[in-house]
């Protein structure tokens, strides 16, 4: 257990208290004690978005390689939930554009929940998400993702993020073209087994990108 290497505290003011527990290769995981919600069950059901665009484009690609107009605001959202709309990353005409999608998918046929995740295993030949995966491929970028798990009678949120504090980039898949801002563009979080530390909180988590 991750609770006998607890090494310091770190306080953020955005509406979001952690305590640092350890380091998992390149990861950090915290205990999240405030959240406007408790939510569980879902991978990568809650991540945080927050740096400017820039901070992250920089990461990936020079000014020449994208079309993306600078924004020196940050995007100031520390708990990105399903069923909003969220800055999404794909190529276009061989140019990098960022695109506000929604983040939930249902097909017509389909008489539940919209699904947040896609398994990396069975994507790409599944009746759900096939036509997505060969067509719909983008990144979703944060600074890191919430994960609960269950502690007793209540569920406990972890936030995970890099120890370098640096973006992580989320494979994601979704519909086309990503332009019209419409309901019927929309995407999901791909997802992968989780190994070492990280399965001591879930089984899975996103597929995050290297760099």
């Not at 939930?81 to 554009?97: F, I, N």
């Not at 992580?168 to 791909?190: C, H, N, W, Y």
């Given at each position: 257990m991750y609770l006998r290497h607890i090494s310091s505290i770190s306080i953020s003011t955005n509406r979001l208290q952690f305590n640092i527990i350890a380091p998992i290769d390149n990861y950090f995981i915290h205990f999240a004690y405030t959240l406007r919600t408790n939510i569980g069950g879902d991978v990568c059901g809650r991540f945080s978005q927050s740096m400017t665009r820039d901070?992250?484009?920089?990461?990936?690609?020079?000014d020449a390689e994208h079309n993306i107009a600078f924004d020196p605001e940050p995007i100031g959202r520390f708990n990105?939930?399903?069923?909003?709309?969220?800055?999404?990353?794909?190529?276009?005409?061989?140019?990098?554009?960022?695109d506000a999608v929604h983040w939930g998918y249902a097909p017509g046929w389909?008489?539940?929940?919209?699904?947040?995740?896609?398994?990396?295993?069975?994507?790409?030949?599944?009746?759900?998400f096939r036509s997505l995966w060969e067509r719909g491929r983008a990144i979703v970028f944060?600074?890191?993702?919430?994960?609960?798990?269950?502690?007793?009678?209540?569920?406990?949120?972890?936030?995970?993020?890099?120890?370098?504090?640096?973006p992580?980039?989320?494979?994601?898949?979704?519909?086309?073209?990503?332009?019209?801002?419409?309901?019927?563009?929309?995407?999901?979080?791909?997802t992968a087994a989780a190994d070492k530390g990280l399965l001591d909180i879930h089984d899975r988590r996103p597929l995050v990108l290297p760099l």
């Open positions: 901070d992250y484009l920089a990461c990936l690609a020079s990105v939930a399903p069923g909003t709309k969220v800055l999404l990353l794909s190529e276009r005409d061989t140019q990098l554009h960022l389909w008489d539940k929940a919209p699904l947040i995740n896609a398994r990396m295993e069975t994507a790409a030949s599944s009746r759900m944060a600074d890191g993702w919430f994960e609960w798990k269950r502690e007793g009678i209540r569920k406990q949120p972890y936030f995970i993020h890099r120890q370098d504090g640096h992580i980039f989320m494979a994601a898949i979704g519909s086309t073209p990503f332009q019209r801002g419409d309901e019927k563009e929309v995407f999901l979080i791909v």
